[in-house]
Structure formats: structure tokens, C-alpha cells
């Protein structure tokens, strides 16, 4: 776990890096671009959906029924907007984590392998499609599984558990692809994926809480973020867009790393093996 601290330390240094702050603008203006369109036509005409399964399934009278129970009847008119919400979310999710990829992580990788592995040879062993492609085909497993946990949100401790573990699942796979992608060989990345796959776990976890905080959040203040609905928009893409980018920096430092202890354990065998 050593390293794991080790990496968790740097990343916080360079999350605090000015060209680091600067680069979080872009993935959140580009986010906040996308769901502005997306919201302006496609909000009303969802929340008119939603209301009209609530009314033909009686969903209405269970839910009002539930928090007249815990003392939140004030809450019913905003079910059906706070539902949306979080339909929404996993879209939001994927958008930032897109973004994000697109935008920033190529400056990440610059960023620590330029400064810190300038002698680490790059093997290329991964690309920005391949890095795509494990983005999305991850996040549709997240996103079934996301709205299959919908409903936990109502036990808070239990909502925590399956976001932090959904969270750490995604990111330890998504991002330690794209922290190897350019200087790892496909064999290098895999290697490193399979030995170090717990303390990727840990780091995906540590993040997955982070990744969590802004749901709960929202569930926290329900009634307030229908009524400030486009800033706590932005305020929740901002925050997403933050926690990618300190969790890049943290894959990063523990992958190159670990790529680095890998190629001198290989060349030491090879000399041993040689003499």
C-alpha cells in the first residue's frame, strides 16, 4: 500500500499545479455546453413522461405514502423531477469521464511522464479508441447495474456501499488503461492490471467515496436542487470533472511507477539470465 500512499501524495501536489486547475475548466465547459442543449429540449418532455407513468402506475400514492411515513410529505412535488435527476446521472457520469479522456488526460499523461518518467520509453501499447472503447463498453455494465441500485438511495449507508464500489470498479478500469495506454506495451499493461490489480482496486475505491458524494448530495437536499436545478448542475459536472482528473493523476503516478519497477525487475533477469 506503500505505493498506492505514495502516488496519493503526488497527485495531490500536482491536482494543486496551476496548468492542472486550468485544464478542469475544459471537460466542465464542454460538459455544461452538451447538457444545456440537452436539458433545454429534452427536460420538459421527460419530466411529462415520467409524470405520466407515475399517475398510470400509481407510483404517486407509494411514494407519497413513503414519506408522509418518514415525515417528508413536503418532498412530493419534487419526486418526479428528482427521479429524472438521477436517470440523468449515469449520462452525466459518462459525458465528464468522455470528456475528460478526450480533453485532459493526453495533458495528464504529459504532465507526470514529461516531468517526473522523462527516461520511461514509450511503447504505445494502447490508443485514444482503445481507450474509448473501454469507457463505454464498462459504463454500459455501470449503467445497468446503477439503475438496477436505484432504489437503495433511500437507505443512505447502503447507497454509499454501491456507489463507492460501482465508482471503484469503472475507474480502476478505465483509468489504468489510459495511465498505460502510451508508455506500457499491451503485454506490459496487462501484466500490471493482473499484479496490481488490488491496489488498483483500492485507488478505484478511494475514489468511488469521492464519486459518490455528489448524489448523495443530492439526495440530501432534494427540494433545493429542483429549485436551483442549472447551478446545481454545474456545481455537480464541476465536482465530477475534479474527481476524474485527481483520480488520473493518481493512476498515473501508480502505473508509471509500477511500469517502471516492471521493466527493472525484467532487465535484472535478463542479466541474470545472460551471466
Same mark, same amino acid.
Given at each position: 500500500?506503500? /505505493?498506492v500512499a505514495?502516488a ?5 501536489l ?42 398510470d ?12 411515513s418518514?415525515?417528508?410529505g ?15 446521472l449515469?449520462?452525466?457520469i459518462? %459525458? ?8 485532459a ?10 516531468r517526473?518518467?522523462a ?14 472503447r473501454? /469507457? ?10 446503477w ?8 437507505i443512505?449507508p ?9 465508482w471503484?470498479?469503472?475507474? %480502476? ?10 508508455? /506500457?506495451?499491451?503485454?506490459?499493461r ?6 496490481r ?5 483500492v ?25 436551483l ?22 493512476f ?5 511507477? /509500477?511500469?517502471?519497477?516492471?521493466r ?12
Amino acid at each position: 500500500m506503500r /505505493a498506492v500512499a505514495n502516488a496519493y501524495g503526488r497527485a495531490v501536489l500536482s491536482q494543486m499545479h496551476v496548468r492542472m486547475l486550468v485544464l478542469s475548466a475544459m471537460p466542465l465547459v464542454l460538459s455544461l455546453l452538451l447538457w444545456g442543449v440537452v436539458l433545454y429540449f429534452g427536460l420538459q418532455p421527460l419530466l411529462d413522461w415520467l409524470h405520466a407513468n407515475f399517475v398510470d402506475y400509481e407510483i404517486f400514492r407509494t411514494t407519497s405514502s413513503w414519506l408522509e411515513s418518514m415525515h417528508l410529505g413536503f418532498l412530493k412535488s419534487v419526486v418526479v423531477p428528482f427521479f429524472a435527476l438521477l436517470l440523468l446521472l449515469p449520462l452525466m457520469i459518462l %459525458s465528464a469521464l468522455l470528456f475528460m479522456n478526450i480533453a485532459a488526460m493526453p495533458f495528464i499523461v504529459r504532465h507526470v511522464g514529461g516531468r517526473h518518467y522523462a527516461k520511461l520509453e514509450k511503447k504505445e501499447g494502447g490508443s485514444m479508441l482503445g481507450g474509448l472503447r473501454a /469507457a463505454v463498453s464498462s459504463f454500459l455494465v455501470f449503467i445497468v447495474v446503477w439503475l438496477a441500485t436505484l432504489p437503495l438511495y433511500i437507505i443512505p449507508p447502503l447507497a454509499v456501499i454501491s456507489s463507492t464500489l460501482l465508482w471503484g470498479w469503472l475507474t %480502476s478500469r478505465v483509468l489504468s488503461y489510459d495511465a498505460l495506454a502510451d508508455y /506500457a506495451s499491451e503485454e506490459e499493461r496487462r501484466t500490471i492490471q493482473r499484479e496490481r490489480r488490488w491496489d488498483l482496486l483500492v485507488i478505484g475505491l478511494v475514489s468511488g467515496a469521492a464519486g459518490a458524494l455528489p448524489p448523495l448530495l443530492m439526495a440530501a437536499g432534494a427540494a433545493l436542487v429542483i429549485a436551483l436545478l442549472p447551478l446545481f448542475l454545474a456545481l455537480m459536472m464541476w465536482l465530477y470533472v475534479l474527481i476524474f482528473i485527481f483520480t488520473a493523476l493518481w493512476f498515473q503516478y501508480y502505473c508509471l511507477e /509500477a511500469l517502471a519497477q516492471l521493466r527493472a525487475r525484467s532487465d535484472s533477469t535478463t542479466v541474470v539470465e545472460s551471466v
